[in-house]
């Protein structure tokens, strides 16, 4: 049998009632949502289960999602499912940090909290993000290399879809320049600023005084960093990688594709949503991909595995 991978969504897949069903009925899910709480000096609980408007906002979103999908990752590992690898794009990589053995649930809830107050209070008036479908990703670096105001590649998510962020005038500028390359469409997205561009190194930069206090365990299962597409080799990297990764290159479809080089061919999706499994299509439909978002998901899991 191949090598299972575990991937943790990112930002965007959030709702109200996410991860409700594991909180209800599985002791060790109820723990992750009251850690979350106590570390992030937020009622996650009613935030992730309750009606409201700041379930959408950055600073709220990141520990919101990120409680739902360790509390998801725990069930999934009481049924003895480990993984061979894992990785998280974006805030999902946090995640990824969880299930490595790599960061406490505690330190990472206090980090993710953090994370998510800095990248709001970095945003600058005037970014924008686009996803452009359709084009060559040579294309799209080309374009964005040409245009003189702040726009760069936000996140490479898989073949016919990359996002580029950056300074509002140059990303419409952009845009055009990508029409007229034949992109098919080019998409707004509704986000609060240009995440994972170089106008954000001011909530990394603050990002990395919080990692000071955080006790970087050994690596026990291999993970891949946004950052690099590549493995992480030692926890003196994990610090370094975090903090870039707030204004650089999310490489998903490049991960994906390391992990399948090494021979993963089932991949399960912890969290809310279905966005990886999507991007997934359209790297390789030759590999096995299982989600994990409701507690009867973990039953099928555990079943498809014996296969």
């Not at 575990?6 to 069903?21: E, L, R």
């Not at 879809?161 to 998409?187: D, F, N, P, S």
């Not at 990395?208 to 946004?226: C, F, M, S």
Request: hydrophobic share 40%; glycine share 8%.
């Amino acid at each position: 049998m191949g090598k299972i991978a575990f991937m943790f969504p990112g930002q965007g897949a959030q709702y109200v009632g996410m991860g409700k069903d594991f909180y209800d009925t599985i002791p060790l899910c109820r723990e992750v949502f009251e850690k979350a709480s106590k570390a992030s000096g937020l009622d996650v609980e009613k935030l992730c289960f309750e009606e409201n408007e700041q379930i959408n906002i950055t600073e709220y979103t990141q520990i919101a999602m990120l409680a739902a999908e360790v509390a998801m990752l725990k069930a999934l590992e009481a049924k003895g499912i480990k993984p061979d690898v894992t990785g998280g794009l974006s805030l999902g990589e946090y995640g990824a940090l969880v299930a490595s053995g790599v960061m406490s649930e505690e330190d990472v809830f206090k980090i993710v909290r953090k994370r998510g107050i800095y990248m709001q209070e970095a945003v600058p008036a005037g970014g924008a993000m686009v996803a452009v479908l359709g084009l060559d990703t040579k294309v799209i670096e080309e374009v964005c290399e040409s245009i003189d105001g702040m726009v760069t590649i936000a996140n490479y998510n898989c073949p016919g879809q990359i996002v580029i962020t950056g300074e509002e005038k140059a990303v419409k500028e952009a845009m055009e320049k990508l029409t007229e390359a034949g992109a098919k469409r080019c998409v707004p997205l509704k986000v609060s600023g240009p995440f994972h561009s170089p106008m954000l190194k001011g909530a990394g930069e603050k990002l990395a005084k919080e990692l000071e206090e955080v006790t970087i365990q050994d690596i026990a299962i291999p993970y891949i960093a946004n950052v690099t597409a590549d493995y992480v080799t030692s926890k003196e990297d994990v610090k370094p990688l975090l903090k870039k990764q707030v204004s650089s290159s999310v490489k998903w479809q490049q991960t994906i594709e390391l992990m399948i080089k090494d021979g993963v061919t089932t991949f399960i999706e912890i969290g809310p949503g279905k966005t990886l499994t999507g991007f997934m299509r359209k790297i390789n439909r030759d590999v096995q991909v299982l989600n994990v978002e409701k507690v009867e998901d973990l039953e099928k899991v555990a079943e498809a595995l014996k296969q």
